[in-house]
C-alpha cells in the first residue's frame, strides 16, 4: 500500500497530458477534500458486419441499442487512477495491456493503475489480437475483431479522458449501499451427478423444466452500488453484481442486454450522474433459472436490475473520504496441462471445425504465448475509508468475490471481474475434478486458485 498525498503536481500533470487549459479555479476550489473525480464515457459499438462474441456467432447485422465504455479518472491519490467498464464480452491479453496503456497515456498516469472491466454481453465485441493473427493467417474469412475498429476504439478512449480530466470535480464523500436481487441469478453447476461429474448445465437461458426446478444454488444474491459525491450532488455511481449479462444472442443484433438496459433506464432517470455497471466474478452463474430466452424475458429482467438498483441507492449510506490507496498484485498463473499447443493448432487449422472450435484454440494459444512471453495479469483495488473496489480478470466463479468478502470481513468489497480476460473461466480447485463447460474451457490449470486467492488477500490486506 502507498499511502500518497494529493499535490498540485499531479493533476498538473495529469492536466498537461490532457492538454487541459481552465483547470487551475477548480483545483483551487477543491484543495479542502483533496480528491477529483472525472467521469468519461465513449462509443464502442461495432460496425455492420463486425464479428460478435469473437467470430463464433453472427457478426452484427444491426445495432438495437450501443455500446458503451463509461468510467472515471480519480485525481489526487497520487498519480492517476483510472476505472473502467466496457460493455464487451471480453478483452484479452495483449488487447488489454493495449487498453490499459493508451488510458494509462491519456490520463498521464502507468498501466497497472488503470482498472478496464468488461460486462461480458456477447453481441458485443470479444477481442484477442493475438488470436486474431492466428486465425487471420488460415486465409479463409476467418474474424475475430477488425483491427481498424479496435484502434478507434482506444482512440476514443484517449480523446474521452481528455475532454474529462479538466472538468474534474472534488469529491466531499462517497456512499455505499446495496440491495438483494429478486430471480436472476442461479448457479450453472447444479446437477453433480453421483459420479462427482457436472451433470446437464443451466445456461444463461433455460427451457428444460428439470434444470429450472432446481435451486438457484451457490450465488451472491447481493446488487452493491459506491458512489461518488459533490455535497449533494452524487456525481458516479458504480454498481456491481455477479450474473452472465445474457438474456438472448446470438442474432446478429447488438446490444448492451438487460444489465446494460438498466443502467441506461437509471442514466436518463439521473442525468447528471454518470452509472457504470460491472459484472463480477459471474463464471458459474447465469439467469437460466428464471430467463427463458425470449424478448419479454428481457424486459423483466432489465426491470428486475434496475428495481435492484433504485434499491441500493435507497439505502446508500454516507462514508467521509480518506486518502484513497491502489493497491496492486501481479500473478501469471501456469497453463492447463490438458492443452497440447500442437492439437490446438490442428483445430484451428481444420476448416471442418465450426468457427468456435477453431477460435477458441486460437485464443487458448493466444494465452500460451502470453505465458511464454511473462506479461502477468494486474490484479488491483482501490480502498477508500471502509471500502474496497477490488478488479479481477476474466471469468472468475461467484466463489472469489464471496471469498473477498471473507477475506476483508467488516469492509465493503464490491468486485468487478471480467478484467485481463486471457485465462477465459477461472473455476475454484474443487470445481476442476467435477468437469463441466467452464473448466473444459479453462486456460490455467488449479494452481490459479491459490494463487488468485493469495492475490486477493494482499490486495485487501487481508
Ligand atoms: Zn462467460
Not at 473502467?84 to 488487447?95: F, H, K, P, R, S
Not at 479463409?140 to 480523446?159: N, P, S, T, Y
Not at 449533494?232 to 456491481?240: G, I, S, T
Not at 484513497?324 to 490446438?344: G, S
Request: hydrophobic fraction near 40%; proline fraction near 6%; charge should be neutral.
Amino acid at each position: 500500500m502507498n499511502h500518497n498525498h494529493f499535490s498540485r503536481r499531479d493533476v498538473l500533470k495529469a492536466s498537461a497530458a490532457a492538454g487541459a487549459a481552465a483547470l487551475a479555479p477548480r483545483l483551487n476550489a477543491a484543495e479542502p477534500s483533496e480528491l477529483l473525480i472525472a467521469p468519461f464515457r465513449f462509443d464502442v459499438t461495432p460496425p455492420v458486419g463486425h464479428p460478435l462474441c469473437g467470430g463464433w456467432i453472427k457478426p452484427a447485422v444491426d445495432c438495437q441499442d450501443e455500446l458503451e465504455a463509461i468510467g472515471f479518472v480519480l485525481l489526487g491519490a497520487g498519480q492517476p487512477i483510472v476505472i473502467c467498464a466496457v460493455d464487451w464480452t471480453g478483452i484479452l491479453n495483449e488487447a488489454h495491456v493495449a487498453w490499459r496503456t493508451a488510458m494509462a497515456e491519456a490520463a498521464g498516469t502507468t498501466p497497472d493503475r488503470v482498472a478496464v472491466q468488461c460486462v461480458h454481453q456477447h453481441d458485443a465485441p470479444f477481442v484477442c489480437l493475438h488470436a486474431e493473427k492466428l486465425v487471420e493467417e488460415q486465409h479463409d474469412g476467418l474474424e475475430v475483431v477488425q483491427l481498424e475498429f479496435f484502434r478507434g476504439c482506444l482512440d476514443r478512449a484517449k480523446r474521452a479522458i481528455k475532454v474529462a480530466i479538466p472538468l474534474a470535480r472534488p469529491v466531499t464523500h462517497i456512499a455505499t449501499g446495496e440491495a438483494r436481487v429478486e430471480k436472476i441469478a442461479g448457479n450453472r453447476r447444479v446437477q453433480i451427478g453421483p459420479n462427482g461429474k457436472v451433470g446437464k448445465m443451466r445456461g444463461s437461458s433455460c427451457r428444460d423444466a428439470e434444470l429450472i426446478a432446481l435451486p438457484e444454488g451457490l450465488i451472491d444474491p447481493l446488487l452493491k452500488t459506491v458512489a461518488f459525491y459533490e455535497g449533494n450532488q452524487k456525481l458516479v455511481a458504480c454498481h456491481y453484481y455477479a450474473t452472465h449479462p445474457m438474456s438472448h444472442y446470438g442474432a446478429g443484433h447488438v446490444s448492451s442486454d438487460f444489465v446494460g438496459l438498466a443502467r441506461k433506464q437509471k442514466q436518463s432517470e439521473e442525468p447528471a450522474c454518470t452509472h457504470i455497471y460491472f459484472t463480477g466474478c459471474a463464471g458459474n452463474i447465469a439467469a437460466g433459472k428464471y430467463n427463458d430466452g425470449s424478448s419479454e424475458a428481457r424486459v423483466q429482467l432489465t426491470q428486475r436490475i434496475a428495481n435492484s438498483i433504485s434499491g441500493a441507492e435507497k439505502s446508500l449510506k454516507r462514508i467521509a473520504v480518506s486518502r484513497p490507496t491502489w493497491t496492486t498484485h501481479e500473478i501469471l498463473p501456469p497453463t492447463n496441462p490438458v492443452f497440447d499447443p500442437a492439437k490446438l493448432s490442428e483445430s484451428l487449422a481444420n476448416k471442418k471445425n465450426v468457427a468456435a472450435n477453431r477460435i477458441r484454440p486460437a485464443m487458448t494459444l493466444g494465452w500460451i504465448d502470453r505465458v511464454e512471453k511473462r506479461t502477468p495479469i494486474v490484479l488491483s483495488a482501490l480502498h477508500i475509508g471502509g471500502v474496497s473496489l477490488l478488479h479481477l480478470p476474466a471469468e472468475c466463479f461467484v466463489e472469489y468475490q464471496l471469498r473477498a468478502q471473507q477475506l476483508a470481513a467488516g469492509r465493503f468489497v464490491a468486485t468487478a471481474a471480467y478484467g485481463d480476460g486471457g485465462p477465459w473461466y477461472i473455476p475454484v480447485k474443487e470445481a476442476y475434478p467435477q468437469g463441466g463447460y467452464e473448466v473444459s474451457v479453462a486456460n490455467c490449470s488449479d494452481a490459479v486458485d491459490d494463487i488468485l486467492t493469495s492475490g486477493i488477500r494482499s490486495l485487501l490486506g487481508a
